[in-house]
């Protein structure tokens, strides 16, 4: 017998959550199927516990300062590794159980705990049984690339999907992927004392297309750990441990943290039982104004559908499909929404951060740049975080707005900002409008904006700017 629902919903991650409280709104006819443990990424293996094992080895870290400070018995403080571990576990469990709030009061009706496979475009089969909807919504999410080449040393290689679970910590490690993930942990760890070596194949780091900002991040975070830049690793098995070997450099390490990036999973949903069409890396095409895939009653959202593997855009596009999904339940038009602008954080020190459009999209002869470099920022060289670079993105024209790019403290404070005076549709004449207070890190922006001025096509005088 094939049961009937409105809507159902594959994965209960972020997006489906989002999907879920949409979908609520309008119908009691929806199910939520789900395979594996309850909790989003975020929660458990991503966003959340990364930043408490972030904010664990700065505190440590910040020990290095002391002596000019005038603050003695900087050489005494230690770490006990295994109790810095339980207290990230804490916080993980609280930031999971959170999430679960959501699906607790769900009935087995409205909650399925299994693994759905699609039979048709609107039906699918979930432990034996047949659940055929109106609309379906794909938020399985996504899981750590291993390559299939490295199989063979599945005991010395982790992701951060085992990283949480660790109680403690390999003397040595060897990170090979810089994307924001690879240089978060990588730098947390070695600040934790693990000798760590980082690897990548590109010569840029965070997806940095700035080769300015990029040439910064590089320098400031190479003085604390080696970066082996622009080759790509291979691994062999050691006497101890495993050897890893990059543009003729080789270290032997005790494990190595894979942060390759992450996959949709969508291996096992059977999309040849469909009629999607899936673009060149086997991912469905869809409408990211809608969410919807083709012309189905099927519509995708999350890190699944590879387009912008965020919280913040899970939790948007989760919104759009649900909303969208009951309209396509009900035969109703769908609705088209507006994207946020993009905004990419990495959580290193100095931060790493991108908003709006980047160098690739941009024609460098239609913009200005401004830039400040943060050695005479009189915050940052107070708390001794003056190492950095921001670099504006501004049409010559009329002064608009168009991106940044920046390795800086507190970007994840300035990149806000940023974004949303660009969403904001702002001008730097715009911004110079608004109070920036003394000292604080947001004068690094103001200074950047005025540098910008007199590379701009339009003139305008700062004092008209404040006439009443």
């Not at 395979?35 to 904010?55: D, F, H, N, Y």
């Not at 679970?165 to 992927?177: H, K, R, T, Y």
């Amino acid at each position: 017998m094939t049961r009937e629902v409105d809507v159902a919903i594959l994965g209960a991650g972020s997006a489906g959550l989002f999907a879920l409280s949409q979908v609520k709104k309008e119908t009691d006819n929806y199910v939520l199927i789900n395979g594996g443990e309850l909790g989003t990424t975020c929660a458990r293996v991503g966003c959340m516990p990364s930043k408490v094992l972030i904010q664990v080895a700065e505190d440590f870290h910040r020990k290095s300062i002391f002596e000019r400070e005038g603050i003695e018995g900087a050489e005494h403080l230690s770490l006990d590794v295994p109790a810095s571990m339980e207290h990230v576990q804490d916080l993980r469990d609280v930031f999971v159980d959170k999430t679960l709030g959501v699906t607790d009061g769900l009935d087995e009706a409205h909650l399925i705990d299994g693994y759905a496979r699609f039979v048709a475009n609107d039906t699918v089969e979930v432990n034996g049984a047949l659940i055929k909807a109106k609309s379906i919504i794909i938020a399985t999410g996504s899981t750590p690339v291993v390559p299939a080449a490295w199989q063979a040393f599945a005991d010395d290689i982790i992701t951060t999907d085992e990283l949480f679970e660790l109680e403690d910590l390999p003397a040595s490690m060897a990170v090979i992927g810089l994307g924001s993930i690879g240089l978060e942990i990588g730098q947390s760890l070695h600040r934790l004392g693990v000798a760590i070596t980082a690897v990548d194949q590109l010569r840029t780091i965070a997806k940095l297309q700035d080769e300015k900002v990029n040439e910064v991040a590089i320098t400031v975070l190479g003085r604390e750990f080696p970066l082996l830049l622009g080759e790509a690793a291979s691994l062999k098995k050691a006497e101890t441990g495993i050897e890893v070997s990059a543009g003729g450099h080789q270290v032997v390490v005790d494990k190595v943290l894979a942060s390759l990036g992450r996959k949709p999973h969508l291996d096992n949903l059977n999309l040849s039982a469909t009629e999607i069409e899936l673009d060149a890396q086997g991912v469905p095409l869809f409408d990211p104004l809608t969410m919807q895939v083709g012309d189905l009653p099927v519509f995708i959202a999350g890190d699944v559908n590879a387009d912008r593997p965020l919280l913040h855009e899970a939790g948007h596009e989760g919104r759009v499909a649900g909303y969208n999904a009951v309209l396509c339940a009900n035969n109703q038009t769908l609705q088209k929404f507006r994207r946020k602008v993009e905004l990419g954080i990495t959580f290193c020190d100095p931060n790493i951060a991108t908003i709006g459009a980047q160098l690739s999209t941009l024609n460098e002869a239609e913009i200005a740049i401004g830039e400040i470099q943060f050695a005479p920022v009189g915050r940052a060289l107070i708390i001794g975080k003056n190492r950095g670079l921001l670099r504006l993105y501004v049409q010559k024209s009329d002064g608009l707005l168009l991106g940044a790019a920046m390795c800086c403290v507190k970007a994840e404070n300035l990149a806000h900002l940023i974004s949303w005076s660009i969403q904001n549709g702002m001008t730097v004449f715009d911004m110079l409008k608004m109070p920036f207070y003394h000292p604080v890190i947001e004068e690094a922006l103001q200074a950047a904006l005025y540098n910008v001025l007199s590379k701009l096509d339009i003139k305008q005088d700062l004092v008209e700017l404040e006439r009443c």
